[in-house]
DNA sequence: GGCGTGCCCTAGAACGTTCTAGAGTCGAAC
DNA sequence: GTTCGACTCTAGAACGTTCTAGGGCACGCC
């Protein structure tokens, strides 16, 4: 039972049902050569035996791997979710899955080396943290697919949010709201944390509320947020834009424990629209990434390199949209 | 750039260095048979190509794939943590992870069958809900080793928490801060959910408290915990303990909606200690599971029997331990 | 009856590795 | 001066599949 007598293979179904490996292939690979009879008899064979191709085998042979690699992050919600989308995409058009994860002790560097071992025809990377150039040499030996981040290097290819866009929907909600004064808390050097920021600034603008536009600092924590909130209790305002939902969080217990009620003291809006921003218990208003879109899109874009197709544009950014839930609120008075 | 000319192969890398493909292996595998010149020489040549082994063709060749499948549920940050340990563990020993996930489209037969044809030798699932029965079939087929539940079938190796001994932890804890009326929210059809109620009746009944007593029906999503908190509502104990940390946030916004305050009014402890408990606005006290202990020794046990060792005891049961944090107080008077 | 033309099937090479068996060289021991 | 062993290296088979080239065979057409 352990691991004894070999599985079989395609010389075995082949001897059983008295023909040759190559139609077994025939038949397995549902390809045109072989009669509905032999077909049939065949496949009961197979399924008798219990035979499963090796996938291993069938892809040295046949050169192009339809397989592509997906490296993503342990601990990132959001990245389950787009590993789902991914699935969803890859099945439809016929192509495998490989995944390797980045955890805390495992880097990025090592996943995509274990990916290229296994020879996948393409490479999509969530969020990559890796440095612009390593990406570029990366993408001169396979097709690199980078989502959630702008990479400023022509061999790589994109899938994004326009989280810009994002923060003028935080924004132009909290306008609509009544709110005037409203800050936001940035991500400190995390990826995407500038066009966010920039994002903010000009939905003020655009509001004519420049007057008003106030920055602090913070980052991907939760702490990142309850520190910015003891900045912000210093001169307070009627609404924040946070980086994302974590800090969102550290921001509202911070809030909460100095006795303001959310919304009615204060609004806030975070952003990715994680899992648990989702829980009763925090309810947050937050900017969602569309993942199906996304998900498509990046797999669509890996095949079309595989194929070898030009691509005109190497960036393809989505629109978010905002999810309303219970922290965003009219402003007090 | 986009997948044009073929990858470097040894045979490349033989023909540079004016050597045999053979030497060649021999020197990429580290094996003995080789000068340490030519291994210098070799190794020059191959960074300059930037060769890199084929994995298929090496596992194809070689029999044995020193490759372990995991299936692992998206959006379950306690499977995440787990993969950590996982790859530490499989990393130490010289083996290689191969991932499949299960996500709301994708189920776990899918899942393994992924892996089933990438040849891996031996099994790893997180939380299986497949039938015993095919469980068992599959581990006719390949070493199988389950976690996180028990399997009652002799072929497939198990390595579980205690989690009748984690409601002990909770219940005794409980009793420590001087409750009496304690009640346990169960988790309805779920895995392991029997064990855990179990786990209560006996502790409840070793401190002598058969008299409070109490199982509410509930479940695995925040939305049981919800309806859950209705029922406890109408006769209220001191404190709660709960099938999971997800339900256990569903209580808490139902009991704070309520006007009632955690620990003051009532106490709650969940299970299993996910990353968002630790949130500084749930802070929920909690069952923790010894992950990197699990993981160790589910890869150990996998290999064992990749080896073909004889294992003696099937089942594997790793205590856990109590994570106290804000939910938990002294009852009210 | 010769000759295509489909259709079903097969033999054998190929993919990039590892492994087995053995060939060559050199120095030391008889 | 032969024989042996140790060491370095190589040729070629093997792994399980796919692919290319072609072999029979029946049928229809001249």
Known sequence: MSGGERRPTLADV???????????????????????????????VARRLDYQPDSRARLLRSGQSRLLGVVFGVQHPFHDDLLTGLYDAAEKIGYELTLSAVTPRRDER???????????????????????????????????????????????????TDDGRGLHLAVDHLVALGHRDIAHVDGGRWLSSAERRQGYRDAMRRHGLEAYERVVTGGFGEDDGARAAGELLRHRPTAVTMFNDLSATGLLTVLRREGMTVP???????????????????????????????????????????????????????????VVRGTTGPPPD
């Open 14 to 44: 082949a001897a059983e049902a008295s023909v040759s490996v190559a139609l077994v292939s025939i038949v397995m690979r549902d390809a045109p050569g072989a009669s509905a009879a032999t077909r049939a008899r065949v496949l009961e």
């Open 110 to 160: 090592t996943a995509v080396a274990g990916l290229l071992q296994d020879r996948c025809a393409a490479l999509v990377l969530l969020g990559p943290q890796l440095p612009t150039a390593e990406l570029a040499t990366l993408a001169g030996r396979l097709p690199v697919v980078a989502m959630m981040r702008t990479v400023r290097q022509r061999q790589v290819d994109v899938v994004r």
């Open 264 to 322: 009615e003291d204060i609004s806030v809006v975070g952003y990715d629209d994680s899992s648990f921003s989702r829980l009763g218990h925090i309810d947050l208003t937050t900017v969602a990434q569309d993942i199906d879109t996304m998900a498509t899109l990046a797999v669509a874009r890996a095949v079309e390199r595989i194929d070898g197709a030009q691509v005109a544009h190497r960036e393809v950014v989505i629109p978010p949209r905002l």
